[in-house]
């Protein structure tokens, strides 16, 4: 009995572990926002310039993507420090997260993608990239 305990709190703390230092990569791998307003005031909707709304409506939406991404990690660094009560969007986050797939509620909120966490996040940071240099 006594040797199945320290088996499960061995696992349990490299679980621990792993989770830290993932999310430690996430956050400092965090993709910040687009300003949205100072994108509408370069780049004004016009009608001979559709893809100026396109522009606009794409940083809005990742914007929502990324605080949504940032506001379940933060909860779930201060549940795994003991700091927050873990609620089911939290547990539900980290068991995507140990399972390399995307959060529930992020990709109900992102691009349709079917690649695992890891790639995804790069893929992100691609994307937001991109929309960064073509607002200029």
Known sequence: MLLCTFVYL??????LTFLSHFLTQLCFSRVCCVDVEAVRKRFPFRY????????????ARYNRLLVTAHESLDAL???LKGEAVTTAPVE????SILCNS?????????????KPLSSWVE???ARTQ?????AG
């Open 102 to 114: 995307v959060p529930a509620t992020w990709s109900a909120r992102a691009f349709p993608s079917r």
């Open 77 to 79: 660094n201060l549940a």
């Open 48 to 59: 001979e310039a559709s893809m100026n709304v396109v522009l606009v409506q794409e940083a």
């Open 10 to 15: 061995a696992r349990y703390h490299a679980t």
């Open 92 to 95: 539900a986050a980290l068991d």
């Open 123 to 125: 893929d992100l940071g």
């Open 130 to 134: 991109m929309l960064d240099e073509w």
